[in-house]
Structure formats: structure tokens, C-alpha cells
């Protein structure tokens, strides 16, 4: 059973970083893209960054560039998103995706999802 699995969230203020992380289980991930997407309170859940199987490519939203930061490390079957300068607008549930089908930008279809974790930034 393939089991993604995110931390590192949490209640910030404006200006500071969190990393998230996202462990996953049940399979091996290092020849399959992976990312991150969030969904904010009455929003849908929107793309936020994608690294493909390599780390060799990465791509960001564009309210995220130069902001966060996306990397993995294989061998830990483990995404990361480091996130500085956070704002209020970039409150909202985290999810971590992995595999399916990466065409890449931000064209991404997941096979598989965490559960979210939440990331709330006050002003």
C-alpha cells in the first residue's frame, strides 16, 4: 500500500520559512516525478511545484518563484518544499503527489496523494 506521508506545517507569521516534507511508503519513487499542491479555504487545490525523477527539472507556480524551493532525495524516497517569505495568501493545506503522468510546467496528474498538512501564515 503506497502511503504519502507530509509534515512540517504549522502557524508562522508573515515573512518566515517552513519546510514540508513528504516521506513515502509502499513503493519506490525515484523514477517518477513528485510536487506539491495546496488548496486555501474555498479554493480549489492548485499546483504549487513539481521536480521530475532526477531533481534535474524543476518547476514552480508563479506565485511561488523564487519564493520556495523543491528537492528530493531518492535514496529517502522523500520530497521537500522549502518555503521563504511566506505570506497570508500562501495559507492553505499542503499536499504531496507522487508518480503518474508529469508533462511538465505546470501539467502534472498525480497517482498518488498525501493527506495534507496544513500551513496557516497570520499578517
Known amino acids: 500500500q503506497v502511503q504519502l506521508v507530509e ?9 518566515d520559512s517552513l ?3 513528504c516521506a513515502a511508503s509502499g513503493r519506490t519513487f525515484s523514477r517518477d516525478a513528485m510536487g506539491w499542491f495546496r488548496q486555501g479555504p474555498g479554493k480549489e487545490r492548485e499546483f504549487v511545484a513539481a521536480i521530475s525523477w ?28 522549502q518555503m521563504n517569505g511566506l505570506r ?4 492553505a493545506t499542503y499536499y504531496c503527489a507522487a508518480g503518474g503522468t508529469y508533462y511538465g510546467g505546470n501539467k502534472y ?5 498525501g493527506q495534507g498538512t496544513q500551513v496557516t501564515v497570520s499578517s
Open 54 to 81: 532526477s531533481g534535474g527539472s524543476k518547476y514552480y507556480a508563479d506565485s511561488e518563484q523564487g519564493r520556495f524551493a523543491i528537492s528530493r532525495d531518492n535514496a529517502k524516497n522523500t520530497v521537500y518544499l
Open 88 to 91: 497570508p495568501e500562501d495559507s
Open 7 to 15: 509534515s512540517g506545517g504549522g502557524l508562522v507569521q508573515a515573512g
Open 19 to 21: 519546510r514540508l516534507s
Open 109 to 113: 496528474t498525480p497517482a498518488f496523494w
